[in-house]
């Protein structure tokens, strides 16, 4: 994934929802609807996502210092971590607490009823826009695998966060039209009760999603299975003979740190294993142009007694 492509469809999804979020809290403000304001949370908290997106992506640009000397690459996984906090705290956990409040004491809507189902029509509009946007980005990236994998294999952070996040609010949007909807018809408030309960269902689900998958890279992922088996067969070739050990690790989307410890020839020079290594790491970049940190063990392979 380009960084431009991912900063294309975070800034697509900001002025999105907060567009949104403005509509949702005007519809919220006359009607009273517990779905719209937890509707209207959400977006706001999906603003904050893709803020902290941005924020992430501009700290990882910095260089390496004596404090980071690889870098500050995992600044992406850092706040895609958070942002699966902030769906979790303030969009989920708050429209469940609001759920659990309009169900105690539901009340229909009774002023301005064609505001909620204006709001959310549009608000899908809004919505699949970005979601479009996300998804055109996220095609040359994902290749041949299906969305599921894109998400769960994918180094870069930051379209697997905007895919998961339009999908959800693109869901918790029919939910709460669904709620709303009954709500209108029914003259009964728990619809909209139940309309914001599984929109809080829904955004836990998604923080959770993404807290394992950002988890996981921050406390450092390997090369994927095709880039591992790529690096192995360019380190072998003059004066390399075979690979004894071999270790990886992505210090950002873009920065994949190689480790290996290498046979080279019982009789070579150190003037032949310098030459060999030097190849042998320009075979390697050639490969898989990401592998920018390299570091080469000479070894000889010893027979076990």
Partial sequence: MSTDGGRKAIVAALAANLGIAATKFLAFGLTRSSSMLAEAVHSVADSGNQLLLLLGGSRARRAADETHPFGYGRSR???AFLVAVVLFTLGGLFAMFEAYEKWREPHPIDSWQWV?????LAAIGMEGFSLRTAVHEARPAKGDLTWPQFIRRSRAPELPVVLLEDSAALTGLLFALAGVSLTLVTDDGRWD??????????LIC???ILARETGSLIMGEGATAEQVAAIRAALVGAGVTSV????TEYLG?????VAAKI???EAATAADVAAAIDRAEVRVRAAVPIAR???LEPDLRHALP
């Fill in 253 to 257: 989307p873009e920065d994949l740190l």
């Fill in 116 to 120: 909620p189902i204006a709001v959310l």
């Fill in 77 to 79: 996984y850092f706040y």
């Fill in 206 to 208: 998604v923080a959770v």
């Fill in 244 to 247: 004894i050990h071999l270790r």
């Fill in 193 to 202: 009760a139940a309309g914001s309960a599984a929109i809080g269902a829904l």
């Fill in 263 to 265: 046979e080279v020839p």
């Fill in 293 to 295: 940190l390299i570091y």
